[in-house]
């Protein structure tokens, strides 16, 4: 079984800078399939919204969940050490939300699994 680890939320004032990180635990044999990572944003009673996915060949797509954010949020992997990381610049307080990271798992038998982590908390105050 490959688990999910977020960390990097906390309470941070407008217009500061935060970077989120995601690692990725389990079998060699399990985290060499992974297909893609991914980070999502939820708002409090809101829909869990895609961020930006990438691939180890750094294919990278934004989803409603940048929110127009992309020229100033980053996301990055570290093959290697199976870590996923958003940099979020110039935080607004619309940004408050728990961010998810996902991941995805190519089996043998041509077929997909995916883990989710537990997510961390963003809080933007103004």
């Known amino acids: 079984q490959v688990q999910l680890v977020e960390s990097g939320g906390g309470l941070v004032q407008a217009g500061e800078s935060l970077r989120l990180s995601c690692a990725a635990s389990?079998?060699?044999?399990?985290?060499?399939?992974?297909?893609?990572m991914a980070w999502y944003r939820q708002p409090p009673g809101d829909l869990r919204q895609l961020i930006a996915q990438?691939?180890?060949?750094?294919?990278?797509?934004?989803?409603k969940g940048a929110n127009g954010r992309s020229a100033i949020s980053t996301i990055s992997g570290d093959n290697a050490k199976k870590m996923l990381y958003l940099q979020m610049n110039g935080l607004k307080p619309e940004d408050t939300a728990r961010y998810y990271c996902?991941?995805?798992?190519?089996?043998?038998?041509?077929?997909?699994?995916?883990?989710w982590g537990q997510g961390t908390q963003v809080t933007v105050s103004s």
């Open positions: 990438t691939t180890p060949n750094n294919f990278t797509t934004f989803g």
């Open positions: 389990g079998s060699p044999g399990s985290l060499a399939g992974i297909s893609a």
């Open positions: 996902k991941l995805h798992i190519l089996r043998s038998d041509g077929l997909t699994d995916v883990v």
